[in-house]
T-cell receptor, first 112, second 113 residues
Framework: GNSVTQMEGPVTLSEEAFLTINCTYT??????LFWYVQYPGEGLQLLLK?????DKGSNKGFEATYRKETTSFHLEKGSVQVSDSAVYFC???????????FGPGTSLSVIP | GAGVSQSPSNKVTEKGKDVELRCDPI?????LYWYRQRLGQGLEFLIY????????KSGLPSDRFSAERTGESVSTLTIQRTQQEDSAVYLC???????????FGSGTQLSVL
């Protein structure tokens, strides 16, 4: 079945450091890929998405590129801020109207 | 309402009791999802609805769990004979489908004593 794997957390970075959170997936067909974020005390919200190979999703300085050859969708940000501290979830949807499967989440703490 | 609404926000129950959790999706959203999030853990898929039908029930942990949706709107998740391991936040999300994003509710915190 379909599955999503993320790097283990928690991740602790200093402000302005470079961030990478790895995500790989297993799926049949051509899934859409997503990153969701859960800020402390808030609900999950979509951060970015990509619907086909080589697409790059971006939002709030975060980027992720859909790599079909490596089945990956790594999240990156060039300079993190304290306000980026949250739990980040990689997710996939196999086809439209299909279920969305989430990875286990990676907790990020950014310290001043 | 403007967003996905879940009720109750908190539920404390005794082991062995039945509980019913409710989700009101965004109007017009045809897809509705239920997830479970244990403390410090990721999102565990339970079930999703396309309209009023559930094409995938594979995530329901046991036959104590059931869900229904009526009128392509409200959904209820029922847990019978609750156990302590059922304690978690139960999240509902809705979507228009077609690769569009999920909108999440604030969840129901279930505590089984």
């Amino acid at each position: 079945g379909n599955s999503v794997t993320q790097m283990e957390g928690p991740v602790t970075l200093s402000e302005e450091a470079f961030l990478t959170i790895n995500c790989t997936y297993t799926a049949t067909g051509y899934p859409s890929l997503f990153w969701y974020v859960q800020y402390p005390g808030e609900g999950l919200q979509l951060l970015l998405k990509a619907t086909k190979a080589d697409d790059k999703g971006s939002n709030k300085g975060f980027e992720a590129t859909y790599r079909k050859e490596t089945t990956s969708f790594h999240l990156e940000k060039g300079s993190v801020q304290v306000s980026d501290s949250a739990v980040y979830f990689c997710a996939l949807s196999e086809t439209s109207y299909d279920k969305v499967i989430f990875g286990p989440g990676t907790s990020l703490s950014v310290i001043p | 309402g403007a967003g996905v609404s879940q009720s109750p926000s908190n539920k404390v129950t005794e082991k062995g009791k039945d509980v019913e959790l409710r989700c009101d999706p965004i109007s017009g959203h045809t897809a509705l999802y239920w997830y479970r999030q244990r403390l410090g853990q990721g999102l565990e898929f339970l079930i999703y609805f396309q309209g009023n039908s559930a094409p995938d029930k594979s995530g329901l942990p046991s036959d104590r769990f059931s869900a229904e949706r009526t009128g392509e709107s409200v959904s209820t998740l029922t847990i019978q004979r609750t156990q302590q391991e059922d304690s978690a936040v139960y999240l509902c999300a809705s979507s228009t489908g077609n690769y569009e994003k999920l909108f999440f509710g604030s969840g129901t915190q279930l505590s089984v004593l």
